[in-house]
C-alpha cells in the first residue's frame, strides 16, 4: 500500500511540474500572421516585417525559419527574445512570375507552440497592368 501511495505522490508531482513548465515556456504574439501584397510588378521584389512580441515567461529562441519555395527568403532575430521585448521576422518574396501566390513560412522555435506559421500572399502583375500601391 505504501508502494502505491508513494507511485501516486510522484506521479502527481511530475504532473504538477510539467504543467508549471508548460505555463513558463515563451510564446509569440504577433501583430499580423499573413500579409497580402496586393498587385505587385512583376520583376521587383518585395518586403515585409512580421513583428512579434515575446509574451511567455522564458527568453523566446526562434530555431529556423523556412519558406514554401526558393522564391521567399526570410531573415528573423537570432538573439533570444527576452519576456515583454520584441523581435523580427522580415520577409523577401521575389516576383518573378506573372499570377496570384500565396506562401508558408514555417517557424520553429522553443515557444508553447514550436510550430507557427504566416502566409504571405498577393498578385504579380506585368508592366502594362495596374499596381496597387
Do not use: H, W
Not at 527568453?59 to 521585448?85: A, E, H, M, N, Y
Amino acid at each position: 500500500m505504501k508502494r502505491f501511495i508513494t507511485l501516486c505522490a510522484v506521479i502527481l508531482g511530475f504532473t504538477v511540474l510539467t504543467s508549471m513548465q508548460a505555463d513558463q515556456q515563451p510564446e509569440f504574439k504577433f501583430e499580423k500572421e499573413t500579409n497580402d501584397f496586393g498587385k505587385i510588378a512583376q520583376g521587383k521584389p518585395v518586403t515585409y516585417e512580421f513583428k512579434f512580441t515575446n509574451i511567455g515567461e522564458q527568453p523566446l529562441i526562434l530555431s529556423d525559419v523556412q519558406s514554401s519555395c526558393g522564391c521567399t527568403v526570410p531573415k528573423f532575430t537570432r538573439v533570444p527574445v527576452k519576456k515583454g521585448d520584441s523581435g523580427v521576422i522580415t520577409v523577401t518574396f521575389n516576383a518573378a512570375a506573372p499570377g496570384s501566390f500565396n506562401k508558408l513560412l514555417t517557424i520553429k522555435s522553443n515557444a508553447k507552440t514550436p510550430v507557427k506559421y504566416l502566409y504571405i500572399k498577393g498578385e504579380v502583375v506585368t508592366s502594362s497592368t495596374t499596381v496597387s500601391q
